[in-house]
């Protein structure tokens, strides 16, 4: 049973013309906002400090769509055995642990294997030396390509009637030509519809943060 | 009707292992080998006498899987308005007009903006500085995105049940998750068959050139 307050909120995510049919799925009509995430990292407490200095506190630049989180002023380099990547952005706030995330192009670069993992699972991951202002710090099983996903609140995971854990596909439109599978659906209070690929995913399918994507059967 | 011939060549490149059912349909059980395309440049004649020299010919340095085709020993860099691309492999034999063939990636890193087109289909595209061991040359809408696509020969389409232009869909592989759509056949009595891919896409499904790919519905 769907209630009139929830009927009220489909109402006013439909698209302005009416393409939505008894055929096709509610869900399917629902545009979820594209985050392309490039390299960044989160870091630690202590991380912050030995990079930037004692007691360094990181300085906002810019909010991200996700709420509470931005992207900070402050930038690493990031060393592998066989390059480096100059100007990796860390994000904010400070996290209980550090996790870099790259894409595979970047692991190529680097000449490093991240795996692909969702956010957090970090057994096993690849290593890589990140370098700031200050010093410098050895990360041991820190780095992952993450895992593509969507962020959302429970409210749009119950409008596009799905839950947390479930895999789902998108699909990134006809003129992409490109289906998504095994997309991890993230559910959360504090989380801000967003599908978050990397910049590997975005180039193939075409498609940039801002567009929109739909679930597809 | 099927010829006893073609049954036969079904037969050989069936999986070993009896996993075709009537349920499934021929043609998603037949492997096609991915070919993961690197940026590369095909080059007039003009074009390499102009970049490597006066009577200069390309010398080969390793046969691809289509036939006739080969890696040569050159490399020009390539330069754009916002950057340099060093070492970009010149593929043989010389063409009657010259193409450069990128990634999305390397769009950005150039600073130009080349659309994704089918090779051959130069109209209104991108423009970039090639720069050889001798001189220089500047293309003037030379310049693309490989349109993601199929390289057969009749046997192979007869085989798959496709015919040239036809857009079909590509299973990456149920651990990549990754449908590729829009993909083009191309059929040629010279042609191997391979699943030609860029880089971008290469990494976006986590797939590489050797590994197989299935069509799917």
Avoid at 155 to 161: H, K, P, S, T
Wanted: aromatic share 6%; hydrophobic share 40%; glycine share 8%.
């Amino acid at each position: 049973m769907i209630s009139e307050a929830l009927m009220n909120q489909i109402q006013q995510r439909l698209p302005a013309s009416p393409v939505w049919s008894a055929q096709q799925s509610l869900s399917s009509t629902i545009g979820i906002p594209i985050g392309v995430s490039n390299r960044h990292v989160h870091l630690s407490q202590t991380d912050i400090e030995a990079l930037f200095g004692k007691g360094y506190q990181l300085k906002p630049l810019k909010e991200l769509r996700q709420p509470g989180q931005f992207a900070a002023h402050e930038c690493v380099n990031v060393v592998g055995p066989k390059g480096l990547i100059s100007k990796v952005r860390v994000l904010g706030p400070a996290r209980p642990e550090t996790q870099l995330e790259i894409s595979k192009a970047d692991c190529y670069a680097l000449g490093i294997k991240a795996p692909v993992r969702e956010s957090g699972d970090l057994y096993q991951s690849a290593d890589a030396l990140l370098v700031g202002t200050f010093g410098h710090v050895s990360l041991q099983s820190k780095v992952i390509c993450a895992q593509r996903h969507i962020h959302m609140s429970p409210f749009d995971a119950e409008l596009l009637g799905v839950v947390h854990g479930q895999k789902v596909r998108v699909n990134a439109g006809e003129q992409c030509g490109l289906v998504f599978e095994q997309v991890v659906v993230r559910v959360d209070e504090r989380y801000a519809l967003e599908f978050h690929i990397d910049t590997d995913e975005a180039n193939a399918a075409g498609i940039r943060s801002g567009e929109s994507v739909y679930l597809t059967d």
